[in-house]
């Protein structure tokens, strides 16, 4: 597979002990949901990926993305976008200011200012751009928290729990959202989560560690 997110022969241990191994493809526009008990190794797994596992860990197989290797590349160099469940906006910034944080530094002023407002009308909040972050809802904010981090053109997208603070109406509301918005950029998804609807909402093939 060229594009798409593959995991291959991934295995990872901790002071000699196994904890987990993984070898799937995650093709562009797909959903894998990774489920599993507390402790199985779950955001141990992500760390990998965003390269950057703690030094109590080792591991082995190898991470492509898009086409390329980066099992050995720089966090920064990861063309990979996460969301958590605690993707908190700096509320000291407007939310195009919070925007602009996802977008590469440098560039035209009048292009950036562009793609903010590209995406804020994306997910509906035309004109949003000088509102401070503490007068949008909770669902307002996660979708500003998904457009700051899909401006910076990531080629998959990770997601640990994003939804688990949310109102189960809410909850389903950006999840939609979340996942329409990968879809349409044909983005591999990877999912962690506890939560039987998140995973059958995805619509995807799901794993479970620890089996
Ligand atoms: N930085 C670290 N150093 C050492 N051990 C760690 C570290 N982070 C996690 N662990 C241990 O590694 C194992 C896997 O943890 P991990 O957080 O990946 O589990 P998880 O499946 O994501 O759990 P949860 O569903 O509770 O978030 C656990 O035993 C945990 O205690």
Request: glycine share 10%; hydrophobic share 45%; aromatic share 4%.
């Amino acid at each position: 597979m060229d594009k798409g997110l593959a995991l291959r022969n991934v295995t990872i241990s901790k002071g000699g002990v196994p904890l987990l191994s993984v070898n799937h493809e995650i093709a562009p526009g797909e959903v894998l949901t990774v489920m599993g008990p507390s402790g199985v190794g779950k955001s141990t797994l992500l760390a990998f990926i965003t390269g950057t596992l703690a030094p109590e860990f080792a591991a082995s197989g190898e991470v492509w993305l898009d086409g390329h290797n980066i099992t050995h590349a720089a966090p920064h160099q990861r063309r990979v976008g996460i969301l958590f469940q605690d993707d908190l906006l700096f509320p000291h910034l407007s939310v195009g200011a919070n925007l602009a944080f996802g977008l590469q530094p440098g560039g035209n002023a009048a292009a950036r200012t562009t793609k903010i407002e590209k995406a804020l009308d994306e997910v509906g909040l035309n004109g949003f751009s000088d509102r401070d972050p503490a007068t949008l809802s909770g669902g307002q904010k996660a979708r500003v928290a998904l457009m700051r981090m899909l401006l910076s053109e990531p080629c998959g997208l990770l997601l640990d729990e994003p939804f688990s603070r949310l109102d189960a109406a809410l909850r389903a509301q950006v999840r939609e959202m979340v996942f329409d918005r990968a879809k349409a950029r044909q983005l591999p998804v990877l999912m962690v989560t506890h939560d039987a609807d998140d995973a059958q909402a995805a619509g995807g093939e799901i794993i479970t560690l620890g089996d």
